[in-house]
């Protein structure tokens, strides 16, 4: 059995966006429940210096909408960083999950050996389609979701892993 670069990319991008907003769903009514001010939550961190909640969505979802956009070799959808609420932050994964759905199997299907050059810093990094989402954009796309998740977890947020898959 073999599985495409779309399979491996949109649909995984997506499912797990959903999964983040529920997560953010949670974190939202855990706010509410206790008495806490959601900017609280949405400004935390892991550590001083990691960035906090807000951040690491937008990060994930640029993630997302950026690696889908390089494979089918479009033009990246821009959003700007905005969002201040959990409201905020899941119309940005519904806008980006909406995005999604546009791309079409044929798009992003064969190019794994595409080149993909993304700038770090001062520095670009050359891939091939394949190399750039297995060892790049995945893994950092997985990152912010499952930080998102930790930051909300260690606020005190009732989450568990059946939450991060979506079945919570």
Same mark, same amino acid.
């Not at 995984?12 to 907003?21: E, R, T, W, Y």
């Given at each position: 059995?073999?599985i495409?670069?779309y399979?491996?990319? /949109?649909p /995984?991008?997506? =499912?797990?966006?959903?999964?983040?907003?529920h997560?953010?769903?949670?974190?939202?009514?855990?706010?509410?429940?206790?008495?806490?001010?959601?900017?609280d939550l $949405?400004?935390?961190? $892991?550590?001083?210096?990691?960035?906090? $909640?807000?951040?690491?969505?937008?990060i994930?979802?640029d993630?997302?909408?950026?690696?889908?956009?390089?494979?089918? =070799?479009? %033009?990246?959808?821009?959003? %700007?960083?905005t969002?201040k609420?959990?409201?905020?932050?899941?119309?940005?994964?519904?806008?980006?999950?909406?995005?999604?759905?546009?791309?079409?199997? %044929?798009?992003?299907?064969?190019s794994e050996?595409?080149?993909?050059?993304?700038?770090?810093?001062?520095? %670009?990094?050359?891939?091939? =389609?394949?190399?750039?989402?297995?060892?790049?954009?995945?893994?950092?796309?997985?990152?912010?979701?499952?930080t998102?998740?930790?930051? $909300?977890?260690?606020?005190?947020?009732?989450?568990?892993?059946?939450?991060?898959?979506?079945?919570?």
């Open positions: 059995m073999t495409s670069m399979q491996a990319s /949109v /995984v991008f997506s =499912g797990v966006l959903k999964n983040l907003s997560v953010l769903a949670k974190g939202e009514a855990h706010a509410a429940a206790n008495g806490i001010d959601p900017a $949405l400004t935390a961190r $892991l550590a001083p210096d990691m960035l906090p $909640l807000t951040a690491q969505v937008q994930a979802t993630h997302a909408k950026g690696a889908s956009a390089r494979l089918a =070799g479009r %033009e990246i959808l821009r959003i %700007e960083d969002e609420s959990f409201a905020d932050l899941k119309a940005r994964i519904d806008r980006v999950r909406d995005h999604l759905k546009t791309y079409r199997p %044929e798009e992003i299907d064969g050996d595409r080149p993909v050059a993304i700038k770090v810093g001062k520095a %670009e990094l050359p891939f091939t =389609g394949q190399q750039y989402l297995l060892a790049y954009a995945m893994g950092n796309f997985y990152f912010h979701v499952v998102a998740y930790d930051i $909300l977890r260690h606020k005190g947020v009732v989450l568990g892993k059946a939450d991060f898959f979506g079945r919570g």
